[in-house]
Structures are given as structure tokens and as C-alpha cells.
């Protein structure tokens, strides 16, 4: 199987809270990694992504951090929204490769 | 601006029964992508075209499934004989070139019985 999992496969969260929606990958070798976003009976939607030689990456109330070091990813949220429910996917673009490989997702609940 | 038209958005057939998944990407973009998505998974790269040319097809199980993208505009995804499963979610994907920014449909959920 691919080499991008996820830790958890759900996440709840109070509206206006942080969100943290972690991904871990075991393929060295992937240099760009991506956030997407698929909201129900929708395609996915490409949220933020971030190259293998960035640490961080910033958007609009969205954040991606890189940990090369424990081959991690994270997806933080600010001040969660109900219209952030949906599940999120991280994928990865391997070296030398144009395509495009997802993990299983996270699905996050934002309560009101 | 039109975003990605995949058509029908749901089929379902019984086994062994033929079926085609029809996808009109966004107006320029070369490079266009079918996807699978099963329930509570991630979705499957099933193959890549760039205009007519496929250059992945790797993943295509090509004795019952195969695809056509003439002109290099619209693309057809088609499975002879349908199996139970083939049941999922058939995302049609386009990019302006090879990236990991991929513009989805809404897709086309097939239902085999």
C-alpha cells in the first residue's frame, strides 16, 4: 500500500477552537507534500500544500508543518468552523513521479 | 469559470453489466486524472493522461477497464463486465500540468448489485 496513514481517523472539535489533523508518511523519498479537503458527495478540494525543504507553510486560517526528522505532517486549523467539517486527506508526490498518492483521511466534527 | 463535469453522478448496474463514466475537465488543463475512491478510503490513481497521451495507467485494471480521452478534452472511463467490487466513487481530476493542485468533480458513484 501507499506510505501516507493518518493517526487518527476522527477528530471533534468546538466551534472556534484549533484544529489539529495529523498525517504520518514513510516514504522518505516524497518531496511535496498536500492537504485536501473532501466534504460529503463532493470531490476533494486541494487546501494547502508544502515542499519537502519548508518547515511550515501558512494560508488563509490553515497551517502545515513538515517534520522530516519523524517523517510527520500536520494540518492546523485556526478557529475551527462548522463549514470545516468534512474529511481531510494529506497526500504526497513522490521524487521523480507526477502522480498524486492519499492516505485513508481524517474526519473532523466541528460541534457548535 | 466551469469547474471539472463528470456524468452520471450515480449508476447503479447488476454484475456483469457494462458501464461508462464520462468527465469534462476544466477548459486548458492537459493533464487529466481518473480516480477510485472506495468507502472510507482515500482516493486511487487509476490513470493519468497528458492531452491524449496516457502516461500512467499503471494502476488500471486493464482486463475489464479502460479509457479514452480523444482530442485531449473529454475522457471516457468505461468497465466491461462490471464486478461488485467495482462498486466506489469515480473521480475524474484535471490539472493545468502535472501537480499535486488537482481540480476533482463531484464524481460518479457506482453501485453494483
Known amino acids: 500500500g501507499e506510505s501516507v496513514g493518518l493517526h487518527l481517523p476522527t477528530l471533534s472539535v468546538q466551534e472556534g477552537d484549533n484544529s489539529i489533523i495529523n498525517c504520518a508518511y514513510s516514504?522518505?523519498?516524497?518531496?511535496?507534500f498536500i492537504w485536501y479537503k473532501q466534504e460529503s458527495g463532493k470531490g476533494p478540494q486541494f487546501i494547502i500544500d508544502?515542499?519537502?525543504?519548508?518547515d511550515k507553510r501558512q494560508g488563509q486560517r490553515v497551517t502545515v508543518l513538515l517534520n522530516k526528522t519523524v517523517k510527520h505532517l500536520s494540518l492546523q486549523i485556526a478557529a475551527t468552523q462548522p463549514g470545516d467539517s468534512a474529511v481531510y486527506f494529506c497526500?504526497?508526490?513522490?521524487?521523480?513521479?507526477?502522480?498524486?498518492?492519499f492516505g485513508t483521511g481524517t474526519r473532523l466534527t466541528v460541534i457548535p | 469559470e466551469a469547474g471539472v463535469v463528470q456524468s452520471p453522478r450515480y449508476k447503479i448496474i447488476e454484475k456483469k453489466q457494462p458501464v461508462a463514466f464520462w468527465c469534462n475537465p476544466i477548459?486548458?488543463?492537459?493533464?487529466l486524472y481518473w480516480y477510485r475512491q472506495n468507502l472510507g478510503q482515500g482516493p486511487e490513481l487509476l490513470i493519468r493522461?497528458?492531452?491524449?497521451?496516457?502516461?500512467?495507467d499503471s494502476q488500471l485494471p486493464k482486463d475489464r477497464f479502460s479509457a479514452e480521452r480523444l482530442k485531449g478534452v473529454d475522457s471516457t472511463l468505461k468497465i466491461q463486465p462490471a464486478e461488485l467490487g467495482d462498486s466506489a466513487v469515480y473521480l475524474c481530476?484535471?490539472?493545468?500540468?502535472?501537480?499535486?493542485?488537482?481540480?476533482f468533480g463531484e464524481g460518479s458513484r457506482l453501485t453494483v448489485l
Open positions: 481530476a484535471s490539472s493545468l500540468v502535472p501537480s499535486g493542485e488537482l481540480f
Open positions: 516514504n522518505s523519498a516524497s518531496d511535496y
Open positions: 508544502i515542499r519537502s525543504n519548508m
Open positions: 497526500a504526497e508526490i513522490k521524487t521523480g513521479a507526477n502522480n498524486l498518492f
Open positions: 477548459s486548458g488543463h492537459n493533464t
Open positions: 493522461y497528458e492531452n491524449e497521451e496516457a502516461v500512467d
